[in-house]
């Protein structure tokens, strides 16, 4: 008799099958958005990948310490909802939120010193990688710990809807935001208060290195919760531009309209690991070189294409891209370490860090 | 002048701040309808509005998130946690978030917030309902923390943390809402930081925070009976605390005297007495000596919650017998 005991594995990574992507949908190229807006976001497009692999690169030189999580392969989502904005609506990110910064119009140079450390960063070199933040941008700030900034980017809405501004709060996070408390506490408040917010699930499959479906009770983390607060399930392909664009359009004027709060699940893939430490082994090869397939830029490219733009102003937005990462990145390293005085700024209102007399 | 209870001190200093500032908005757990559990918020609602006075589900999250949001948005918030024990589910809004928006982002965030929460022992509630975190919060830079002892302190603290751009929590004491004080009529705005000598003395500095300080005066008036006289401070304000009060009250007696309701370790008597054994070490003429709670989560039966409180008695025994 064997004594054997025959596990089928919770988290049996192993023989897990891979989750292979939808294809393109063809119609997206028919929806009804003009050229202009699509070429720039081709451009943002050029300019999160291009910005990012960039990033990578210092990394590997060493010039960028501590901890980085790159959307490299997920840029359509950024673009889609960041071109979607109004310039005074609030973006409230997670520390996967280079992309979401550098979407609001953060410009490249600080973005790309703070990375480094440097007194020229954004935050003065006192945020780091998982911080990044430009208020004047509406960029209200990255957010490290998950699901904490769900609740606070209600707050932005709630302001805004007291103001009368018709601004809408979009909070970003990860598939495993999903099964934290403040997701839920937040999407229940949202509802109650009819807040302009828009939360906006980028599943990427994984938490970190465990893949999602084996750690939630659903198979769309968020979209299948969405019934529990009332709200329409929405899942977008979130490696096209233009879905995610169109989809960005539909909650936003919702929530304008004073009707209240949306939950959108978008479906992408990172291209690396989950961060700087991580080289993403526990991804089933064939999924890996299936999404890679679906990059959605050379997908982009093929359609502006297809719509009659030319290869050579396609090519021209790549190589002037490629000029302000270059310039980004001389802005970056020229920058200075901070100074040993700003470890006592800003603690408080009084630019200080004072708890006594 | 008018007589009011700390209770009442408390809806009346967020009403002067209200009046004062129609941006300000405040929301927590049956504040509005209910006028609080405490019955701290009464009124509020009738002369402010739903729209200013809001009622929120039990989602402490949701509650702290939505504060900072406004707040850094340019609408100043009062949010309540009903009883602080509670900010442990929320703690993460308060330690991570709230209190090092500023710094991180290289000074672009502002978080005018004032979170108001029942505090302290008392009321016989047990070990989730009954604590002192003030040194919960103390412990964080980022976070202005403030705990006044009568209506007067209440109302002109509440004005300053209300003014104050930065966060701050205001802890409320469970047990002093009952308690009557004068309140001068008109605008009563305080100042953070300033602690407060209620009783001059010459032999010992008694340091007291909220609800320990009518007891630390108790023990005092008892203690003069002895022939000893002790300097009572009420600290009101841990951070940005008054060191200079504290120092100089510490210099003239040359004993000083904690009196903490928190759990021993940790508790902000230690800052105090580090502060001081470093500073005017040579103006003492003993040993600080630390007046706590044991550390221990509180018990819930009359008998034994009043054994682990500082009680008059304790702090009068304990200065008789080891002043020398």
Known sequence: MSTEIEEPGLYDYGQRAARLPDPVDRANADLDIPVDVRLDMYELQQSLRQ?????????????????????LGMEAVATGFGRAMRPDDYTFATYRGHAHTIARGAPLGPVMA???????GILKGKGGSM???????????????????????NGAGWSAQMRGTEQVAVAFFGDGTTNIGAFHEALNFA???????????????YMEYTPIDLVSAVPNPAADRAAA????????????????????????????????????????????????????????????????????????HQRLLDLGVSEAELGAIQQSVAGRVDEATEFAKQGLVPSADQLFVDVWADGGASWRN | MAQLSYRDAVSAGIAQE?????????????????GGVFKTTVGLLDEFGPKRV?????????????????????IPVIAEIMFSDFLAVCWDIVANEMAKSRYMTGGQVSVPVVIRTANGAGSRFGAQHSQSVENWCMMIPGLKVVAPSNPADVVGLMAAAVRDPDPVVFFEHKSLFATKGEVPSGEIVDELGKATIVRAGSDCTIVALALMVPRALQAAERLAEEGISAEVIDVRSLVPLDTQAILGSVSKTGRLYTVEENPRLCGWGAEVASIVADEVFWDLDGPVVRITTPHIPLPSAEVLEDLALPSVDRIFETVRDTIG
């Open chain 1, 114 to 120: 703070e990375l480094l450390g440097r007194e020229n």
């Open chain 1, 229 to 300: 607060y009332g709200l329409d399930r929405i899942v977008v392909d979130g490696n096209d531009a233009d879905a995610v664009y169109q989809a960005a359009t539909s909650v936003f004027d919702r929530a304008r309209r004073g009707e209240g709060p949306s939950l959108v699940e978008a479906i992408t893939y990172r291209h690396g690991g989950h961060s700087r430490a991580d080289p993403g082994k526990y991804r089933p090869a064939e999924e890996v070189e299936a999404w890679m397939g679906r990059d959605p830029i050379p997908m982009y």
């Open chain 1, 191 to 205: 509802v109650i208060w009819d807040l302009p917010v828009v939360f906006v699930c980028e599943n990427n499959l």
């Open chain 1, 51 to 71: 910005f990012e692999k960039r990033a990578y690169d210092l990394f590997m030189e060493n010039l960028v310490k501590g901890t980085s999580h790159l959307s």
């Open chain 1, 131 to 153: 911080h990044l933040t430009s208020v004047e941008h509406g960029m209200m700030g990255s957010y490290a710990i998950i699901g904490a900034h769900l609740c606070i980017a």
């Open chain 2, 54 to 74: 809001r009622d929120t589900p039990i989602s402490e999250q949701a509650i702290l998130g939505a504060a900072m949001g406004a707040a850094m948005t340019g």
């Open chain 2, 18 to 34: 209200m009046r004062r500032d129609p941006n300000l908005v405040m929301l927590g757990e049956d504040i509005a309808g209910a």
